[in-house]
């Protein structure tokens, strides 16, 4: 009996409108200040003009004014926000520890500092979710510039 050959896999992209495909570049210091302060106003990272996010604090599909698409890959493209989102969170707590020490010393409340920083960590890192997806994509921006074809009004 003959045998059939078996499908080879398909090597095609999961996501053949991959944008994230650009040149590599070290960014010079004026640009980063330039990305970091937009980055700061929540503005996209490329021009500056469009906001990222929506009222909910979601990230919007593209830029209202040069028309970025803000995620640049596949569906998991903002996971390296956790990366930064964990470090914002972190330095926040260590800074608010610190000035807690500080302040109370040398009365400093441990049992309180026990019970409430967990709770207080939480709440920090669910409330910069938002946050360190847009210091996401300006990093990104940063180390690998958008391309003319990442600079249109539709997918299409």
Same mark, same amino acid.
């Given at each position: ?13 999961? =996501? ?29 990272? =490329?021009?500056?003009?469009? #906001? ?77 979710? #938002? ?26």
């Amino acid at each position: 009996m003959p045998t059939t050959p078996r499908a080879k896999p398909s090597r095609e992209p999961r =996501h053949p409108r991959r944008t994230t495909e650009s040149q590599l570049a070290l960014p010079t210091a004026g640009r980063a200040l330039a990305v970091a302060g937009r980055v700061l106003r929540l503005r996209c990272p =490329h021009c500056g003009r469009g #906001p990222v996010l929506t009222r909910r604090a979601t990230v919007r599909d593209r830029c209202e004014g040069c028309g970025l698409r803000f995620q640049r890959s596949d569906d998991n493209y903002f996971s390296g926000a956790m990366f930064f989102g964990l470090l914002l969170g972190e330095t926040i707590f260590a800074l608010t520890l610190l000035a807690t020490i500080v302040v109370s010393w040398p009365d400093v409340p441990w049992d309180a500092i026990t019970y409430v920083a967990p709770i207080g960590m939480v709440v920090v890192m669910l409330l910069l979710i #938002p946050f360190s997806k847009v210091v996401w994509l300006g990093v990104d921006l940063l180390v690998r510039p958008a391309a003319p074809a990442e600079l249109g009004a539709s997918d299409g």
